[in-house]
């Protein structure tokens, strides 16, 4: 359902744009190549729990815009701006921040983001700022749930941190370079950008497991290095055979897994 909310935003978006030129106007070069006429992309976009509204980041403005869908014009609005985020941090004796951080939204008062190794959650009506769990240094792919638990891969594994806690809960222990857990299925194709999604509730999480071990490997040079480095990456060329992708749910609270049958 979300996914579904989410790409009718960004094909409405896109239309609207095109709509600006007419129907009857026949584009020239100069058009196609007008920066009013590229798709931007939604950063950042979710919707508060339980309620009607869409929320994402506007880099142009550097802030939080929302979508409030139970108005008929949805008119777009400013959520949350860098100054009133510092704001709060300063009330709560903590150092501020020059951007505003990657912060997942449970509700309009409860938001939540890491600094470092550590998360945080803030009541913004109650003014209270709390420390709620920690991830380990170079952990990939970290995704934190509105409650302060994180999500993140080692290896080709997927791990979850759960509220307050410090010890990391080893989600999968077949990860390798055939096997990937919580990361971007099908190189990132069809609006896919991540491999973990929380549940508004923040203690269930959805997870793709990505098996591709049937997909050849190919080569990547890593200019960076002198001489050049060759390494090797999977990449389902047109033609050959993809990666097998399996939907888990992971249950922070139990500890347990299901795989649905898709």
């Known amino acids: ?28 070069i100069d058009d196609v190549t007008n920066p009013a006429l590229r798709l931007k992309r ?11 509204i869409f929320v994402y980041y506007d880099r142009d403005k550097k802030a939080f ?3 409030d869908f139970t108005k008929k ?3 777009v609005a400013e959520f949350l701006t860098l100054n009133a985020f510092n704001s709060q941090l300063r009330s709560n004796q903590q150092d501020t921040f020059a951007l505003l951080p990657p912060i997942t939204f449970a ?8 600094r470092g190794s550590a998360t945080y959650t803030l009541d913004a009506k109650a003014n209270m700022l709390m ?24 290896s080709g594994n997927l791990y979850i941190v759960k509220a307050p806690d410090t010890l990391s809960w080893q989600v999968s222990t077949d990860g390798d370079y055939q096997i990937v857990y919580g990361e971007a299925a099908h190189r990132s194709e069809f609006g896919i950008v991540k491999g973990t999604f929380w549940s ?13 071990s049937n997909v050849n490997d190919y080569p990547h040079i890593d200019y960076r290095n002198k001489p050049a ?18 939907v888990g749910i992971a249950n922070a609270i139990t500890k347990s897994v299901i795989y649905l049958k898709t």
């Open 65 to 67: 815009q929302k979508l």
């Open 200 to 212: 508004p509730d923040g203690n269930k999480l959805a997870f793709y497991r990505i098996d591709q």
């Open 229 to 246: 480095k060759s390494n090797m990456m999977k990449y389902p060329m047109a033609g050959d055979k993809s990666q097998i992708v399996t």
């Open 73 to 75: 014009d949805r008119v």
């Open 1 to 28: 359902m979300f996914l579904i909310r989410l790409l009718s935003f960004m094909v409405i978006c896109c239309l609207t744009q095109f709509a600006s030129f007419g129907q009857s106007k026949t584009l020239t």
């Open 42 to 52: 939604v950063e950042q976009g979710q919707w508060l729990a339980d309620q009607d």
């Open 131 to 154: 420390r709620k769990s920690w991830r380990p240094e170079g952990a990939d792919n970290s995704d934190i749930s509105a409650t302060g638990n994180v999500a993140y891969t080692k």
């Open 107 to 114: 509700k309009n008062a409860e938001w939540a983001f890491t």
